[in-house]
């Protein structure tokens, strides 16, 4: 059994009350002893084995208790959870497992535990169970605070050419190692233009950058970088980052794959925060209770409710039927959220139990999921035209906001519905009747002519919803219930199986004296954005800046982003971290601010390898005497592409699904409504368990979970897909015959020089010309251009190859 209550033992109190009555002590070896043998020591005794860490075999061990603590309080059956286990009431606890005692052993173990829970049986060898000590776990170098370290001084001090560089070369000259060289001015104009836009520098930008940097080195990257933060790519960029952490999708995944149609305008504000560089306090603020903030302007009101989203975007099981389970994962779902993308903590851990590595104890989890319970994320089935987003609030935006877009359904959602049914039911119909027909592997006058009809009708209908009035605009968004409550201790985490009430606040492993503190008649949301954003926190901003170094420099200083526990690894580079954080904090949390610092910073201009001297042990470079080189990202690839062909749509893009009504997604791009287009990938449809190929091929971040680092894979699929994949010829083809047809007078020698200049940002080594020009000057024999063909598989070929793949 495991149990739990309230409430702990000291050493003495286990041998209290050891003398027992005459009366008592022959009910019990007569009544109780044999029972307890019989149903639970099975799973409960020293002899035996123990389930739950409870031993029922001794006083001293249920007393003590399991995992979830004491199993009887003596005197109260009522409040015994062996008592609740054993009638059965509890679906959530239930003991024994296979099948409920009979009416009269229950009546036995209540009596007993009425009577006191007289027992003779003491084993000394079983002790008290220690809690979780806070004030051993605030030692811990992440709950430290924050405290800004003096820069150190370095041997060579014409290495440096910005602060955190001489933490990087001190480290280094400890360990007696020198720096890399610096990479050459193409090299590094590439890493530059992918790490902080996605997007590779065009030729003539190379060529002004590498002239500009024979003369002043310093002032080009400074230029360049300030160029770069300029261009409405960073946002793009930076705002993917970020997107990856929020499970950024356009639906719900899961089982029930709806679509999440307002989702893009939460994208959308991402990438305009980003580039219009909100300080990432103010950033995070909104996110979290963006509902709850003061505005002053309708445009400010809806932007804050739209940040709010952020809390929506999670996987749900919204065809659960148990809705204390649903409304319970959605909380363990968002605390994930908050957990592991803002302060670097496992907090999920602590649902079931103390949490087994990390000072999180079992109610500060329940202290936080009362916020989250106070906060309305569902809402109850909505049968409506917004059955892409049922279950979910939504809110209004524009003059009128809720009011308006309530008003507004209470108008039209009966003809919608009735529409939206038919619809529905006639694609149903449609898939059917396809794959009977496939199955039968010929024609079928029946089955084609029932098919017709269907189309016809399908075709109906949809003309019928075009001429329905649009939706006001609205978005997903919490809200704060009408009467916010403090939340009970859910027993080994089961929805239904309370204990104690707990007080809503924060992580006490992190707090401080004069922390915020929430607001009963509130949700308590808006202390809780303002606790994570406080200077005080200690793992907020050391997480963030964690995270920018990890995107620049390809591994964190702390390697494990998303995981700042005991279980994660410490910094490499300790003071570093806390001097970035710290100055990160008095910058007023300036992410470009930030990025800027270490673009133009000496480490991050390092070569990826060392050519001479002593090199550190190993491949990990975790002293950093090198840049590390990285594989582009699936957007860098599916951008660049599209920018080689000419073809990639810049701007911002709106809806990602159009206003026909589609409940589920089930084949992803190619459901009908759910549409690609040549914007950038960022804009694409994010379809949960069917992403676009691309995507999924190169590691992008599991859209259903909160992921500060993706995955590193190098498999067979990947080389298969640039291969043959056909949108790679597509944009190859395109490719070639704008980079490689000759114009008058120009020579082989220069259409090829074009075309590593555009692809990979440098002309061909002469090893590499050796090998291609002489099957590129028989496609300059006499008058004849290059075939179509050549140009394709040409341009394919260095598409293909590592030098394009890979950031040096």
């Given at each position: 059994m495991l149990l739990v209550v309230a409430g702990s033992f000291?050493?003495?109190?286990?041998?209290?009350?050891?003398?027992?009555?005459?009366?008592?002590?022959?009910?019990?070896?007569?009544?109780?002893?044999?029972?307890?043998?019989?149903?639970?020591?099975?799973?409960?005794?020293?002899?035996?084995?123990?389930?739950?860490?409870?031993?029922?075999?001794?006083?001293?061990?249920?007393?003590?208790?399991?995992?979830?603590?004491?199993?009887?309080?003596?005197?109260?059956?009522?409040?015994?959870?062996?008592?609740?286990?054993?009638?059965?009431?509890?679906?959530?606890?239930?003991?024994?497992?296979?099948?409920r005692l009979p009416d009269h052993e229950i009546a036995l173990l209540e009596e007993w535990v009425q009577r006191g829970a007289p027992d003779p049986r003491i084993d000394e060898s079983v002790k008290p169970k220690e809690g979780i000590d806070l004030e051993a776990g605030r030692q811990f170098w992440s709950f430290q605070p924050v405290e800004k370290p003096e820069v150190p001084v370095v041997a060579d001090a014409s290495w440096p050419r910005e602060e955190t560089d001489r933490f990087v070369l001190a480290k280094l000259e400890a360990n007696g190692l020198a720096p890399a060289a610096d990479a050459d001015p193409a090299t590094l104009l590439r890493r530059l233009s992918y790490d902080l836009t996605g997007l590779p520098p065009a030729p003539d930008r190379v060529e002004s950058f590498v002239a500009a940097f024979a003369n002043d080195p310093d002032a080009a990257i400074a230029a360049e970088v300030d160029r770069l933060l300029a261009d409405e790519g960073f946002g793009e960029k930076w705002g993917r980052h970020w997107l990856d952490l929020a499970r950024y999708a356009d639906s719900n995944g899961s089982s029930f794959n709806v679509v999440l149609r307002s989702a893009w305008r939460y994208r959308n504000w991402v990438i305009e925060a980003m580039n219009e560089n909100l300080p990432v306090d103010e950033f995070i603020r909104k996110q979290i209770a963006g509902d709850l903030?003061?505005?002053e302007t309708q445009e400010e009101r809806d932007e804050n409710l739209v940040a709010s989203a952020y809390l929506m975007m999670g996987s749900k099981v919204l065809g659960l039927f148990d809705k204390d389970q649903l409304q319970m994962d959605v909380v363990d779902e968002q605390l994930e959220l908050i957990g592991k993308g803002l302060l670097g903590m496992t907090l999920g851990c602590a649902r079931c139990h103390d949490h087994k590595f990390d000072p999180i104890p079992t109610a500060d989890y329940y202290a936080l999921a009362g916020i989250f319970t106070s906060t309305r994320t569902l809402n109850g089935r909505i049968k409506s035209p917004l059955d892409d987003e049922s279950d979910l609030t939504i809110r209004g935006l524009g003059s009128g906001g809720d009011e308006t877009l309530q008003a507004f359904l209470a108008e039209n959602r009966h003809a919608w519905q009735k529409t939206e049914d038919r619809i529905y039911g006639r694609a149903r119909d449609i898939e059917r009747l396809e794959r009977r027909l496939r199955e039968k592997g010929g024609s079928d006058p029946g089955i084609e002519a029932e098919l017709a009809k269907k189309r016809a009708e399908l075709a109906e209908y949809e003309a019928k919803w075009?001429?329905?009035?649009?939706?006001?605009?609205?978005?997903?968004?919490?809200?704060?219930?009408?009467?916010?409550?403090?939340?009970?201790?859910?027993?080994?985490?089961?929805?239904?199986?309370?204990?104690?009430?707990?007080?809503?606040?924060?992580?006490?492993?992190?707090?401080?004296?004069?922390?915020?503190?929430?607001?009963?008649?509130?949700?308590?949301?808006?202390?809780?954005?303002?606790?994570?954003?406080?200077?005080?926190?200690?793992?907020?901003?050391?997480?963030?800046?964690?995270?920018?170094?990890?995107?620049?420099?390809?591994?964190?200083?702390?390697?494990?982003?998303?995981?700042?526990?005991?279980?994660?690894?410490?910094?490499?580079?300790?003071?570093?971290?806390?001097?970035?954080?710290?100055?990160?904090?008095?910058?007023?949390?300036?992410?470009?601010?930030?990025?800027?610092?270490?673009?133009?910073?000496?480490?991050?201009?390092?070569?990826?390898?060392?050519?001479s001297g002593p090199?550190?042990?190993?491949?990990?470079?975790?002293?950093?005497?090198?840049?590390?080189?990285?594989?582009?990202?699936?957007?860098?690839?599916?951008?660049?592409?599209?920018?080689?062909?000419?073809?990639?749509?810049?701007?911002?893009?709106?809806?990602?699904?159009?206003?026909?009504?589609?409940?589920?997604?089930?084949?992803?791009?190619?459901?009908?409504g759910v549409t690609e287009t040549d914007h950038r990938t960022v804009y694409q449809p994010v379809i949960r368990n069917a992403g676009m190929d691309v995507l999924e091929i190169f590691d992008f971040a599991n859209p259903a979970m909160p992921t500060g680092k993706r995955a590193d894979t190098t498999v067979a699929p990947q080389a298969l897909y640039l291969m043959n994949s056909p949108f790679v010829h597509e944009t190859t083809a395109a490719m070639g015959e704008r980079l490689m047809a000759p114009e008058a007078g120009e020579t082989p020698d220069a259409v090829l020089a074009a075309i590593f200049e555009t692809v990979i940002s440098r002309p061909p080594t002469e090893a590499e010309a050796a090998v291609l020009m002489p099957y590129f000057r028989k496609q300059f024999e006499g008058d004849a251009m290059p075939s179509e063909h050549d140009r394709a598989k040409l341009a394919q070929a260095l598409v293909a190859s590592t030098l394009f793949q890979f950031l040096d």
């Open positions: 000291s050493a003495a109190s286990l041998l209290e009350g050891a003398e027992i009555g005459t009366e008592d002590l022959e009910f019990f070896e007569s009544k109780i002893r044999p029972l307890l043998a019989e149903r639970c020591y099975g799973c409960h005794s020293k002899d035996e084995k123990v389930k739950g860490e409870l031993l029922l075999d001794s006083r001293n061990g249920w007393r003590v208790g399991g995992t979830l603590g004491p199993a009887l309080v003596p005197g109260d059956p009522g409040k015994s959870l062996l008592v609740e286990a054993i009638r059965y009431e509890n679906e959530d606890l239930q003991m024994p497992p296979k099948g903030l003061p505005w075009k001429t329905f009035p649009e939706l006001p605009d609205y978005v997903i968004a919490p809200a704060d219930e009408s009467e916010p409550a403090d939340t009970t201790i859910r027993l080994r985490g089961g929805p239904t199986a309370h204990g104690d009430v707990v007080p809503r606040g924060f992580l006490r492993v992190a707090s401080w004296d004069g922390q915020p503190e929430v607001n009963p008649s509130q949700s308590g949301r808006l202390k809780l954005a303002e606790w994570i954003v406080a200077p005080e926190n200690p793992l907020t901003a050391r997480v963030y800046v964690n995270r920018v170094w990890e995107k620049l420099f390809g591994e964190g200083i702390v390697r494990t982003v998303d995981n700042f526990g005991v279980r994660g690894e410490a910094p490499t580079h300790p003071e570093l971290l806390d001097f970035l954080a710290a100055r990160f904090v008095e910058s007023g949390w300036d992410l470009k601010g930030l990025v800027r610092d270490l673009a133009t910073s000496r480490a991050y201009r390092m070569a990826t390898t060392v050519e090199t550190e042990m190993g491949i990990e470079n975790r002293l950093i005497q090198h840049q590390n080189r990285r594989r582009l990202e699936p957007e860098e690839i599916r951008d660049s592409l599209l920018l080689f062909a000419g073809r990639l749509e810049r701007g911002p893009r709106g809806a990602v699904v159009d206003h026909l009504p589609l409940t589920e997604v089930n084949e992803g791009i190619g459901d009908k």
